[in-house]
């Protein structure tokens, strides 16, 4: 969706959607109604913070990383590109030199997955660990994927989450990316200030340079 340039990348946080299995699940509800109070609705959530479009902090992954509270709010606003992956199964240090990566900071990754917030795909692309050392030789520290993890669903050590952390780069998984042309943009993909957490959704949106 786009509003005066900035084009909505975000996968909304909706009841029924799927989750991380295991996880829980994102429910909103109203706890109390205009007419309980006799003034104002007041609406509570409960959820998993690694729903929808969202943020891991270090410490999601390495008991030493950083927590949310800890990480520079500048790292998930200012210039991005987005790269066309579709065509790819596997991504990795040898397929990502084929494009210019020269001067990107923040790299949005366009997969060949259809982002349906209500349906927990089964497969997606896969990113080898080499991606992170390459990355940090680009001097790239934010990377966003369209899906829903850096890793496959049934890893259990994470390698390409600690390749990443290792060489300094912060992730933003699930963006909706579907509809995005490749290029270079404006980024805003704020987590919440939530003191001592291991992640937050995200409302990220672009705007075309």
């Given at each position: 969706?786009?509003?005066?340039?900035?084009?909505?990348?975000?996968?909304?946080?909706?009841?029924?959607?799927?989750?991380?299995?295991?996880?829980?699940?994102?429910?909103?509800?109203?706890?109390?109604?205009?007419?309980?109070?006799?003034?104002?609705?007041?609406?509570?959530?409960?959820?998993?913070?690694?729903?929808?479009?969202?943020?891991?902090?270090?410490?999601?992954?390495?008991?030493?990383?950083?927590?949310?509270?800890?990480?520079?709010?500048?790292?998930?606003?200012?210039?991005a590109k987005v790269i066309d992956v579709t065509m790819h199964a596997y991504l990795g240090r040898s397929e990502l030199e084929a494009y210019d990566l020269d001067g990107a900071e923040r790299l949005l990754l366009k997969t060949s997955e259809?982002?349906?917030?209500?349906?927990?795909?089964?497969?997606?692309?896969?990113?080898?660990?080499?991606?992170?050392?390459?990355?940090?030789?680009?001097?790239?520290?934010?990377?966003?994927?369209?899906?829903?993890?850096?890793?496959?669903?049934?890893?259990?050590?994470?390698?390409?989450?600690?390749?990443?952390?290792?060489?300094?780069?912060?992730?933003?998984?699930?963006?909706?990316?579907?509809?995005?042309?490749?290029?270079?943009?404006?980024?805003?993909?704020?987590?919440?200030?939530?003191?001592?957490?291991?992640?937050?959704?995200?409302?990220?949106?672009?705007?075309?340079?």
């Amino acid at each position: 969706m786009e509003k005066g340039g900035w084009i909505d990348i975000t996968q909304p946080l909706t009841n029924g959607m799927a989750n991380w299995p295991g996880d829980t699940p994102f429910n909103f509800e109203l706890g109390v109604t205009k007419e309980q109070s006799g003034s104002v609705n007041i609406g509570e959530i409960r959820t998993s913070l690694h729903m929808g479009t969202h943020a891991d902090a270090p410490f999601h992954f390495d008991e030493a990383g950083k927590k949310l509270h800890e990480l520079d709010v500048k790292i998930y606003i200012g210039r991005a590109k987005v790269i066309d992956v579709t065509m790819h199964a596997y991504l990795g240090r040898s397929e990502l030199e084929a494009y210019d990566l020269d001067g990107a900071e923040r790299l949005l990754l366009k997969t060949s997955e259809t982002n349906n917030p209500f349906v927990f795909p089964q497969s997606f692309i896969e990113l080898r660990p080499d991606i992170g050392p390459y990355l940090g030789e680009k001097g790239i520290f934010l990377l966003g994927i369209d899906v829903p993890s850096v890793d496959r669903t049934d890893s259990k050590d994470l390698p390409t989450h600690h390749a990443l952390g290792d060489n300094g780069i912060c992730i933003v998984e699930n963006l909706m990316l579907a509809d995005t042309e490749p290029g270079d943009y404006e980024l805003i993909a704020l987590p919440l200030a939530i003191q001592d957490a291991d992640g937050s959704p995200v409302r990220a949106v672009i705007r075309k340079i």
